[in-house]
């Protein structure tokens, strides 16, 4: 079970002017969001920063709702550890078979309409929400100045892969509290999950 969200640690990384969008493919592994279990794929979008209607409709052409297509963004969100993930065009014959609304989505082996009715449904889920291609590129700063949730190993593992990205942040605060890039693997190797929070400056937090 992931932490509360209350309880988990706040990481915020200060980083160079411009640099902020080198973070972005860290919501390709996807970002922890709480919601209610019969908020619909539209509504759970709708309260990203900077997630427009018009963005929503226009830019978004992908949708995978726990590994199969959706066409319906009033498509409500269902099963205990919901996975979504979303992303612009896709290339070739592939992205064709399941934009969304596709001409070709005869040809999915199984789609929205194969989408469980009466399945039990608690009254709080937490969703894990992947960002890729065209979508995480535009909206990730949003997010990430924002601040979400996302899981500790899948920093961790995006320090080991660019160490001197990130040790080249400016500054960076833990729960409010200054520490050093040394100090962050034992952080995460602490929690399950952390907050965190990307923001582009010159000065310290």
Known sequence: MLNNTDHIPWLQLLVPVGTASQYNTLLQAGIFIECQSATTLGELFASLPGFSSQYIL???ETIFLNG???DDLGTGIYGPSPVI???GAMPGLAGA???KNSFHAALRTSGSNSLPDGLQRAKKV???LKLFNVIASEKGGDILKNGCVIGSESLLRFINYR???????LSMR???KPISYGEVDSLLHGSETVFLRIQEGDDSI
Do not use: K, W
Request: net charge neutral; with cysteine; hydrophobic share 45%.
């Open 163 to 169: 160490p001197q990205m990130f040790s080249h942040s």
């Open 68 to 70: 199969l297509p959706v």
């Open 174 to 176: 833990c729960d409010d």
């Open 126 to 128: 937490m969703v894990r």
């Open 97 to 99: 078979i399941f934009r």
């Open 85 to 87: 993930a979303v992303s």
């Open 58 to 60: 226009e830019r978004i």
